[in-house]
Every structure is written in structure tokens, then in C-alpha cells.
């Protein structure tokens, strides 16, 4: 993992024992790669979780920039549809996140989680992001 | 009803049917309200589906749809309203001024 990437795992605001993500792998504009870990076997809605935190660390520029967004700007979950598409047992995998689209602060991201290459769980989540000057 | 290593001392079950959940949140010197977020303690979302999950002692397959709608703090009490539907069930989570806190629809089994 390069410098700058390790880098930006202070900017999640998810501490331990809910920090999943614990690599930065790549941080494009609208592609990231993450990997994330857990203590134990995750549910489906703590791969969503880590699916949501990957998401933070898709660039978005100019989405950002268009909607009054700080660059490290703080975000709300509103919904998240997932499923799983393979049973694991991995205590770690690997959380690829898309950007789908956006209206003004609302975020759409996709998300899919690898066991060494092998996609087990997609998903999908949405976020409010914090706008300057307003407090979520 | 054996809780997670994250839920673990995170709430107390109320009362329990087939229907009907309540909790009372733990306060904020839980280690998940001091993770979740420093200084601004939340209970996560995923966190909402999973202990209605571990107390009915169900494993969710799919999220069809969960939506947050509320912020749920510490030491408030909770009620899981659940019914069936066509694919699995619904979930809605209240406070208890009765606002919509969450609203799951889950395939478990």
C-alpha cells in the first residue's frame, strides 16, 4: 500500500470495532478497492456496512464539487439493498465500490465483495453527504 | 440468544413475540457509540438489522430494502414490529415517541 493511501484511512470516521476497512487499495474517481476485516464470520448487513465505508474512498471530484460538497465530507446511510451471492467463511475480503449516481448530496455507490476473486455479496447503498456549511 | 462480539452489552432485550421486540440501548460508554461516532454516538444501521437477526436467532440472506429515517441514540428503547410478506418479512424499527426509526424488508431464515 502506497504512503498516500495509507494515508487516507484516518479520514474514516468509523473507529474500531466498526472500522471494517483496513487497506486502501485503490482510490480512483469512481472506482475504490478496499480491503476490510472482521473478527468473526459478517452478516450480510456488516459486508453492506463495509461496502459504505469503502465508498468513502471513491474521489467524485466534480460530483463533489457541483453539489457543495467538502472533499472529506462527513455522510449519512439512508438505504442499502445487498444479498448474498455465496456462502464464506473469510474473516477478510476484498470491497470493490462504484459510483452510480448522484442528485445534488445524495450518493448512490455499488458494491461488490470478493473472497480471493470470487464475488459473494453485491449490493448497493445510498448517503447524504454533508454540504459546506451545513450540518448534517 | 448468544450476542456478537459488536453487540455484546449493546442492549438489553425488553420483552419478546413472535410480532414484537423491544430493547433498551446500552448508553454511550459502549464501545460501538465510542466507535460510531466519536463524539456524536449512533447505533450503525447495520447494527439495526443485525439485533433483531441474533435475537430471533434468523440469518439475514438478502437486504431487499433497508431504509434509515431516524438517528437511534444511546438508551432509547426500541420496538421491532415484524411481519410477513410475499418474499420474507418486514421489519419496522420505532422509538419510543413511536417515530420511524428503520424500515427492513429481509429474506432470513
Redesign the interface.
Known amino acids: 500500500m502506497s504512503t498516500d493511501l495509507n494515508t487516507l484511512l484516518e479520514f474514516l470516521?468509523?473507529?474500531?470495532?466498526?472500522?471494517f476497512v483496513k487497506e486502501v487499495l485503490v482510490c480512483e474517481e469512481h472506482e475504490s478497492r478496499t480491503v476490510v476485516r472482521f473478527?468473526?464470520k459478517p452478516?450480510?448487513?456488516?459486508l453492506?456496512?463495509a461496502g459504505a465505508q469503502s465508498s468513502i474512498f471513491l474521489r467524485l471530484t466534480e460530483e463533489k464539487k457541483a453539489a457543495n460538497v467538502p472533499t472529506r465530507a462527513?455522510g449519512?446511510?439512508?438505504?442499502?439493498?445487498?444479498?448474498?451471492l455465496q456462502e464464506s467463511d473469510k474473516k477478510s475480503f476484498e470491497v470493490e465500490t462504484n459510483y452510480v449516481s448522484n442528485l445534488d448530496s445524495f450518493f448512490i455507490v455499488s458494491f461488490t465483495v470478493f473472497d480471493e476473486g470470487t464475488a459473494v455479496a453485491e449490493?448497493q447503498v445510498a448517503a447524504v453527504l454533508e454540504q459546506k456549511g451545513v450540518a448534517l | 440468544m448468544s450476542q456478537?462480539?459488536?453487540s455484546n452489552g449493546l442492549y438489553d432485550l425488553v420483552s419478546k413475540d413472535d410480532n414484537e421486540v423491544i430493547i433498551k440501548l446500552s448508553d454511550a460508554d459502549h464501545?460501538?457509540f465510542?466507535?460510531?461516532?466519536?463524539g456524536m454516538p449512533l447505533l450503525?444501521?447495520?447494527?439495526q438489522?443485525?439485533i433483531i437477526?441474533e435475537i430471533l436467532e434468523k440469518?439475514?440472506?438478502?437486504?431487499?430494502?433497508?431504509?434509515?429515517v431516524q438517528k437511534v441514540l444511546p438508551k432509547e428503547q426500541l420496538m421491532y414490529r415484524i411481519s410477513p410478506t410475499k418474499s420474507g418479512v418486514r421489519v419496522k424499527l420505532t422509538n419510543e415517541s413511536e417515530e420511524l426509526c428503520g424500515d427492513f424488508k429481509l429474506k432470513w431464515h
Open positions: 470516521p468509523q473507529k474500531d470495532p466498526v472500522g473478527e468473526s452478516t450480510l448487513a456488516m453492506s456496512e462527513m449519512m446511510l439512508v438505504s442499502v439493498k445487498s444479498k448474498w449490493g | 456478537s462480539y459488536l464501545p460501538i465510542k466507535a460510531h461516532f466519536e450503525p444501521g447495520f447494527l438489522i443485525d437477526a440469518e439475514v440472506e438478502a437486504i431487499t430494502s433497508a431504509k434509515f
